[in-house]
C-alpha cells in the first residue's frame, strides 16, 4: 500500500476511536438487571424472614427516633418514661395480682366429700406451709363454714356458695357481717375469677376463723332453717 494510503487509514482509525458509542437505555438496563439476576450475585443475601425482621426494626426506630425528637430530653426522656410505665404495670401486678380472664359463675362451696372444721383447717395450715396459698385461703373459708354449721349457726346444706354462707351467718354475727362478705368474695375470686391469693389474704380468713371461734351469737336472732 503507498505511503499516502497507509497515513489515511490510521488517521481514519483514529477519528473512528473519538466516535462515543450510542448505546439505546432499554437494551442497556435489561443487559443490566439480567446481569444482576444472576445467582452468584446474591449467595449472601438475607433470606425473607430477616428481611421481614429488619424492616421491623427499622420501623421501630422510625418511631423512636420520632418519639425522642417529641419527648424533652431525647432519648434519655424516651427510656425514663418507658422505665417509668414498666415499673407501674408492675407495681398494679404485684397489688392486684393475676388480672380476671372472665367472670365465672360461684359454684358450691363443698364437694360430695364431707369434712369437718377441724379436717378443713388441717388441710388449710398443710397447704399455707408449702405456699399453696390459693388452696390454703379455699379450705379455711370451707372451716368457717363448717365450723358455723356445727355451731348450729348455719344449716347444712348441699350446694350453699360462699356468698350465702355469709349473708346468712351474718344475720348472726352482725358484728362480723363485713368480714365475712370481704371473705367470701376472697373465696370466689380466688376460685373462680383466676385471682392469686397470698400470705395476707390468708391470715384475715384465719383471723376471721379464730375470732368466730370466740364469738357468741346472738340468740335473739332467727338462724335460718330453725323454728323461731
Do not use: C
Not at 449472601?44 to 430530653?73: C, K, M, T, V, Y
Not at 358450691?108 to 405456699?131: I, V
Amino acid at each position: 500500500m503507498p505511503m499516502g494510503d497507509r497515513v489515511a487509514v490510521r488517521a481514519l482509525l483514529r477519528a473512528g476511536d473519538d466516535v462515543p458509542v450510542d448505546t439505546p437505555r432499554v437494551p442497556a438496563r435489561e443487559a443490566a438487571e439480567r446481569e444482576l439476576s444472576r445467582p452468584m450475585y446474591h449467595e449472601n443475601d438475607p433470606n425473607l424472614l430477616q428481611r421481614a425482621i429488619d424492616r421491623f426494626w427499622e420501623w421501630i426506630g422510625g418511631l423512636f427516633d420520632a418519639a425522642s425528637d417529641a419527648a424533652p430530653g431525647g432519648a434519655l426522656g424516651i427510656a425514663v418514661i418507658v422505665l417509668a410505665v414498666l415499673a407501674l404495670i408492675a407495681a398494679l401486678w404485684w397489688r392486684l395480682g393475676t388480672p380476671r380472664r372472665t367472670a365465672a359463675t360461684a359454684e358450691a362451696l363443698f364437694d360430695t366429700s364431707a369434712r369437718s372444721a377441724a379436717e378443713h383447717r388441717t388441710a388449710a395450715e398443710q397447704h399455707a406451709a408449702a405456699g399453696r396459698w390459693n388452696d390454703a385461703l379455699q379450705e379455711r373459708m370451707r372451716a368457717i363454714v363448717r365450723a358455723l354449721e356445727e355451731r348450729a349457726l348455719l344449716d347444712p346444706r348441699p350446694g350453699r356458695t360462699a356468698d350465702e354462707a355469709a349473708a346468712e351467718a351474718g344475720r348472726s354475727l352482725p358484728d362480723h357481717a363485713d368480714r365475712l362478705r370481704a371473705a367470701s368474695r376472697e373465696f370466689d375470686d380466688v376460685a373462680y375469677g383466676g385471682r392469686t391469693a397470698d400470705h395476707q389474704a390468708y391470715q384475715r380468713l384465719r383471723d376471721l376463723d379464730q375470732e368466730l371461734e370466740r364469738t357468741k351469737p346472738r340468740l335473739n336472732d332467727t338462724v335460718p332453717g330453725t323454728a323461731p
